[in-house]
């Protein structure tokens, strides 16, 4: 698929400054709109992205090493594809979304950077009906200290977040997991889910998945699971039983951790280098 | 000619003695049903034999011809020709099925199988085991119902073609139809010559796959062996005549149910009002 730049020239895209960070809205378009936001490609590490009523944008980020911040405000109607890809020095990203009526925003994060990475995420699901999927896998190894935060306050009627968090952390390496899913009083028939799962391998690592819920509603729906653990005992051995070695029992069991991120990046080339990042640091 | 040799086995899992010298030999041709009581240690014996590292054995030994068994890895006595189908298969997320099987098929070649021929040897199991070929590309036994796990591990036993295949209560989980196409598929093995140390509490499917021998785990031990008439006395009037005539006290299934609690998680804040 072809994806124009996000500070090309293209009648969909408006783009203005304003004290240092940049704001592009993001119009209306006949065709789907499929963007690459290259942070590399682009001086500010501030900006402000507005998606424009009933419009379908598909979003890929590429991560570079500085510290960015950036605020989406989703429009009535929107549907939002956003996929991150952080290959590079870890950095500090700080993303505050805003979703109104019936928008809807689907994020995968596939975190394989080197180093240190602060992410700290909140979406206000502020429209009636606005509905958040969240997947990220993240992959903390050497001495990388990682701290993921991921926020959700569902305040509209009959919102939606589902969050789902996998990590592996080896070596030195470590992987914090944390946020809070808060259902505002009003926020009637809402519902918010958390999963947060991290496979520990080495005896120095750490490891902490701290989901929160905070509930101010009666008629809503809320779960939340978090797993920190060694790779699972009965698996391994089923696997073995089956005559694989216990390494490449082990090596297929954590791909299966972090591979599934893959299904929510429709970029060949994208894929592909996941994949290969992925194999080369499993 | 293949045979399992099992002298003086005793096991051990959580500091209790289950297994207190299991002696039992399987040779060709053979299809042996294991019978007993819950909680004698039948399921215990197979894990052990697999090598399952809940389980610890603290005497005896297991040989496969000439080969110690107890000295291999886990993965090494399933490269030696040893088959477990498990009673609960393991939910594997994430692995995908048909990775996983491609994986357990090279193990065993010198030279890796092609896309296109591992494809078809899929295909062909797929479609005897009555499985929509689609599974093999969802994560291993993961949202696959009880039938559809028991069907996936006979697949597995044709592509893996062991030399000595132990199916635990694979008849768990099956309706009458999976029954019937699991079965069918045993019998073809054993045509072909492998051997089978089936546990069931059912005669049913013995009567489908024909056992060859017959032995009577009671605590912990073998404590008769024989012909597959066995299995129509003990589906008939249990196992009180062992009682009676062997002089054998059957302990009971002291299974102590674990204290739960549920928690709670959600927490409610009070917010500060004005």
Redesign the interface.
Known sequence: MDRIALLSQHKALKISKNEGSLKVIIGKSESPLFILLDWSQISSTHLDIEITSCQDVDILEIADARDTELTLHVKDGATLNWSTVAFVQGKKTKIHGVLENNASVNVAFADFSLGNEILDALYILKGDHACIDWHLASLAARTDQKNIQVSFDHVGLDTYAMMNNYGVTEDSGSLIFAGTSHIF?GSHHSRTHQNAKIMVFDPQCTAKANP?????ENDIE?S?AAAVGKV????L??????????D??KR??T??????IMNYFHDEDIKARIATEIEKRV | MPTLYIRDLHVEAEQKEILKGVNLTIGPHQTLALLGPNGHGKSTLLAAI?????YKVTQGTIFLDDQDVLAM???Q???AGL??A?QY??E?????NA??LK??VN??REKPVTLFQFYKMLDTASKEMKIPFEMANR?LNEGFSGGEKKRNEIL?LML?NPIIAMLDEIDSGLDVDALQTVSEAIKKEQTSGMVFLVISHYARLYDLISPTHVAVMINGQIVVEGGPDIIKRIDTTGYEWIKTELGIEIEKDEAIMSVTSIGS?????V?KRG
Not at chain 1, 239 to 246: E, K, P
Not at chain 1, 255 to 260: A, H, R
Not at chain 2, 50 to 54: E, F, K, L, R, S
Not at chain 2, 265 to 269: F, I, M, Q, R, V
């Open positions: 009083k929160v819920l905070k509930i101010d809320a939340h699972n005992d009965d698996h051995f089923y696997l073995c039983s089956r005559g694989l070695r216990h490449e029992a297929l069991i791909l299966g951790y972090l591979n599934p | 697999m090598g399952n590292p809940h890895s886990v993965d006595r399933s490269r088959f477990l498990m298969p393991s594997v997320p994430g692995v995908i990775d996983f994986a357990a193990v065993r994560s597995q893996l998680c959600a927490t409610k804040e917010l």
